[in-house]
């Protein structure tokens, strides 16, 4: 457990950083910003229907006029609400000053010379707030605007508390537009200096007046929404909230509202969500987070919500006047059944007169229209949608004209459009066409219909290429047929979507010919809006064109029109797509556990294992994130953990690298001067650390030294000696580090060494061997660098030799000595045995003896020639020995002719046919080099024994086993 503490305070050192920048929003803006990111990530989400804009855009501009507008220009706007039936059309405009009358050039005609009183001459003035609000009034679904003045950064004196600001105060809360409140317990929502309601005729007209405030964060870009504000006392709804109370026709008092936690509406009713409360999570400002549905416009021509141009809206509220009188006339009749039916139109003209919606001209001409298409319904219902106009006008023995013919036939058609609407209401007009017996003028003889689109783009081609003039009329007319077609599947899709049908009953429409679009033509995502497009809609109106003061930014797009934010707040809150942040609580949780993660998980696994995981780690949390959000809205704090897993595992990488350098730096003070870097290296990656005492295991003894060391000194100063000395011992334990050995000591001119420990070594033997080679071809080379020096040596310096004896067994390795002062070493026989062989060596006139526990390892791998079955000094149990040679196919030339004479006398040796032993030996002596300081050999070694053994035979029971007697 005391080996974790460095890592448990490192990961919860950083989880608590993070766990107090949590608690005070240090990172909020980081977090905004990953948030971003994942509002691209998820994209587009679809938007309710009944929400959508109301823009002034640069069109509009160009065509009514620069900003700002006199106000009558939105009469047109406000009156369209009125006859299209809109649920709400809010302006986030605001009207705070009165604006000044000035007199029509056209009025001055009247004056002339006449004698006007003072009243008479005000009324030539016309008074645009006056009349904007008496078009609000007769409207009734009309919401003006206001704005509050923030607190601003330096204390500043409120604006000085006017009359008339007090009258339209007054105004606000005669209409309950906000609630009186002890400001004590809502301290923390945002608290405004100073108030501009607009003008107070707007304000009694209107159906609510609300303020439309944005609050952007300190990066410039909006999120959060504040669903209320406070100005003194008082607390007021912002404009999404206001229409979402009047939505669910719930009063503002009626709220409950906890800062910090949910605002809370109680429902009359269960929504279509199934909800009977609304729980809006709100930070402790009142602010609630917006679920943005997407950029205003992305690359393919969709768009977030439907966004009408003021301009398209003033050209349908005029191209459609003659739809308008007529649905008024037809809601009219079914609101009384003395009204209905075809012998109640005199009274339904009179009841049209009477409520004033459009001029007695138009009534009447609506109600000729109207009398013979109820006529015509009837009978379609009748008959089942069966029977043909002209079987209609033969039941009335009249004859039909072509226009009373088509009339009939787009009366039977919606109904049969209404029909399979009620069952499906997703069915398109291309079903229709293939599937049903819509009765259209197809002027091309065996035309297969399959495509809608297709067909009118075949007849609007062939009408252009034609070169029949009569041709090209019938054309033309069948066109305007089936754009008529098409805007009648609109208006009873309209009707149908709001359960309308019956009330603009009979299902007949006047035609139409403008073709009015919103949308992007050039990308292929424009349509058609008709009649009954705007029923219940609530409309947020606002100033949109490039350039004006009110574009801010949002998570999709910099330059993003802020009415549209007050559109998503309010699809926020009806379609039930709150984004819900973790709470601080579960942050600083999950933060916590992530440093039980780190400490006492991940830092037990390798650098490299360690990394890959804290890497899955981050990429699967970064995954929960993204995906959380994009299905649940759910806002998981993506930073502070990530930070958190990435610096905390950073920590533990840099107390590991310290740690490392400090073990490997112990493990050089202790090792470094007897084994390899690289054996350091590995010794640390396998945890080994020396420790006083030793360890048994199975290893391979190394003893080297000079031969006849004693006469160097006698030839050599003490410095030149030491010099020698140093060179020789470098080279000779550079070799025994390159092959892994460990350096045990120096004894004087030898070398004391062993393989396998303290780093196991699973080819020891092998390593040994080629030591000891690789040192013979060393010392040959410094032999030739002391020769070409010349004088520098004397000749016994031309001519070492050094004799190397290996073994391998049995051992105990390890750091031997005093609590203060260790050293790393080997003791027991097999060290002792390899002591023997090295020092035996020289008995041979050999130069690297080894044993045969050291041959039988690697017998495969390497030359050698035995040498003998021999019991050294000090020793009862015979080993049999070996003269190293080379490795596999490396032996010099001239021991593939030695080896097989000296290998067959030996075996007439152990067969005691002495004769023939004595003379494969002195075959084998003529072929053996014998240079300078090599004073005998192994064949010179057994003739004289073999002729002793004929002499003296050894007896039947001889063993083979040659006792040394001497070192």
């Known amino acids: 457990m005391q080996k974790d503490y460095p890592y448990i305070i490192i990961s919860f050192g950083v989880a608590s950083i993070f766990v107090i920048l949590t608690w005070f929003g240090l990172y909020d803006g980081i977090e905004n910003k990953l948030l971003d990111m994942r509002f691209k990530n998820r994209g587009r989400i679809e938007t309710r229907e009944d929400i959508a804009t109301l823009d002034m855009d640069a069109k509009s501009l160009q065509e009514v006029g620069r900003w700002p507008w006199s106000r009558e220009k939105h009469i047109p706007s406000v009156m369209a609400a009125k006859e299209h039936e809109m649920d709400a059309l809010a302006f986030d ?121 944005t609050v952007a964060e300190p990066d410039g870009v909006s999120r959060r929404y504040p669903l209320v504000g406070k100005y003194e006392d008082k607390l007021f709804p912002n404009a999404a909230l206001a229409l979402a109370l009047d939505h669910y026709d719930v009063n503002f008092n009626d709220i409950d509202i906890i800062p910090g936690n949910y605002l809370s509406i109680p429902l009359p009713y269960e929504d279509e969500y199934g909800r009977t409360e609304i729980e809006i999570p709100i930070d402790k400002k009142g602010l609630m987070q917006v679920n943005w549905a997407g950029q205003w416009e992305d690359n393919d021509g969709n768009f977030d919500f439907i966004h009408y141009p003021y301009w398209v809206l003033k050209k349908f509220r005029e191209s459609e006047y003659d739809s308008y009188v007529m649905a008024n006339m037809k809601k009219l009749s079914h609101s009384d059944s003395t009204l209905q039916g075809a012998k109640n139109l005199k009274a339904l003209m009179r009841a049209s007169f009477k409520e004033k919606f459009a001029s007695k001209k138009d009534v009447i001409k609506a109600i000729r229209k109207l009398g013979l298409a109820l006529q015509m319904e009837s009978y379609i219902i009748k008959t089942n949608n069966q029977n043909t106009g002209e079987q209609f006008f033969t039941s009335l023995k009249r004859k039909a004209k072509a226009p009373q013919l088509k009339m009939y036939n787009e009366i039977r058609n919606a109904n049969i459009i209404a029909e399979k609407l009620i069952i ?31 067909l009118k783009e075949d007849v609007r081609s062939l009408s252009k290429t034609t070169k029949d003039e009569n041709y090209r009329k019938i054309l033309k007319k069948s066109l305007v047929e089936i754009s008529q077609l098409e805007r009648n599947f609109l208006i009873v899709q309209n009707l149908n979507k709001h359960d309308i049908v019956d009330q603009q009953r009979p299902l007949y429409f006047p035609t139409n010919k403008d073709r009015i679009i919103v949308g992007n033509i050039k990308k292929n995502t424009a349509r058609r809006i008709v009649p009954f497009e705007f029923y219940k809609k609530k409309l947020l109106y606002g100033l949109t064109a490039p350039g004006t003061s009110d574009l801010g930014s949002q998570p999709f797009n910099g330059s993003y029109p802020m009415v549209g934010l007050h559109a998503n707040a309010l699809n926020t809150i009806l379609s039930d797509i709150f984004i819900t942040r973790t709470s601080k609580t579960i942050v600083s949780l999950i933060l916590l556990a992530l440093a039980v993660l780190l400490a006492f998980g991940i830092q037990r696994l390798s650098p490299t294992i360690g990394g890959v995981a804290v890497a899955t780690l981050i990429l699967v949390y970064i995954f929960t994130a993204f995906w959380a959000f994009t299905n649940y809205y759910f806002w998981l704090d993506l930073f502070a953990p990530i930070a958190t897993i990435g610096l905390g595992y950073l920590g533990i990488t840099v107390n590991n690298y310290i740690q490392e350098e400090k073990n490997k730096q112990f493990l050089k003070s202790s090792f470094g001067t007897y084994i390899s870097p690289e054996l350091i290296d590995e010794m640390y990656e396998s945890g080994q650390e020396p420790e006083l005492g030793g360890e048994e295991g199975y290893h391979t003894a190394f003893f080297t030294d000079i031969q006849s060391f004693s006469a160097f000194s006698e030839k050599l100063t003490a410095s030149d000696l030491v010099s020698l000395l140093n060179d020789y011992l470098t080279e000779m334990t550079d070799i025994l580090m390159e092959n892994n050995g460990t350096l045990d000591k120096y004894i004087g001119d030898a070398i004391v060494a062993f393989y396998g420990a303290p780093l196991d070594l699973k080819n020891h033997e092998l390593m040994a061997c080629r030591t000891a080679i690789k040192m013979q071809e060393r010392l040959s080379v410094l032999r030739g660098q002391w020769q070409k020096e010349g004088d520098r040596w004397p000749e016994i310096v031309h001519n070492m030799q050094n004799r190397i004896g290996i073994n391998t067994g049995q051992m105990v390795t390890g750091n031997m000595g005093s609590e203060s002062r260790m050293n790393y070493t080997m003791m027991g026989d097999t060290v002792n045995l390899a002591a023997r062989l090295e020092s035996s060596a020289k008995q041979y006139g050999v130069y690297i003896q080894i044993a045969d526990t050291t041959y039988e390892a690697v017998k495969d791998q390497i030359v050698v020639r035995a040498l003998d079955f021999v019991r050294v000094m000090g020793k009862t149990e015979p080993v049999k020995v070996f003269e190293l040679i080379s490795e596999k196919d490396q032996e010099p030339e001239i021991y593939k002719k030695i080896l097989p004479v000296f290998h067959e006398g030996l075996e007439y040796y152990f067969k005691q046919d002495w004769d023939r032993a004595i003379e494969a030996f002195q075959t084998a ?43």
Do not use: H
């Open 93 to 213: 405009i605001f009207f705070i000053e009165r604006q000044e009358r000035k007199l029509d050039y056209n009025d001055v005609s009247i004056i002339n010379d006449s004698v006007l009183t003072i009243k008479e001459i005000e009324n030539l003035f016309p008074n645009p707030d006056i009349d904007l609000a008496n078009a609000a009034e007769e409207a009734g679904n009309i919401y003006f605007g206001y704005t509050f003045f923030p607190q601003p950064a330096k204390k500043m004196s409120v604006k000085k508390r006017t009359e008339e600001k007090d009258i339209r105060l007054q105004l606000l809360e005669d209409k309950k537009l906000f609630r009186k409140i002890d400001p004590s317990k809502y301290e923390t929502i945002n608290d405004f200096y100073d108030i501009d309601p607009p003008v107070d005729e707007l304000i009694k007209s209107s159906k609510g007046t609300y303020f439309f405030q």
């Open 925 to 967: 002596d003529e072929l053996e080099e014998m240079f300078p300081g090599r004073k005998t050999n192994p064949s010179r070694i057994y003739i004289p024994r073999c002729q002793n053994f004929k002499s003296n035979p050894p007896g039947d029971d001889w063993d083979g086993v040659w006792t040394q007697t001497s070192k």
């Open 424 to 454: 499906n209401p997703n069915i398109r007009l291309n079903d229709l066409l293939v599937n049903e017996k819509l009765i259209y003028n197809i002027p091309i003889k065996d035309y297969n219909v399959n495509s809608f689109n297709k």
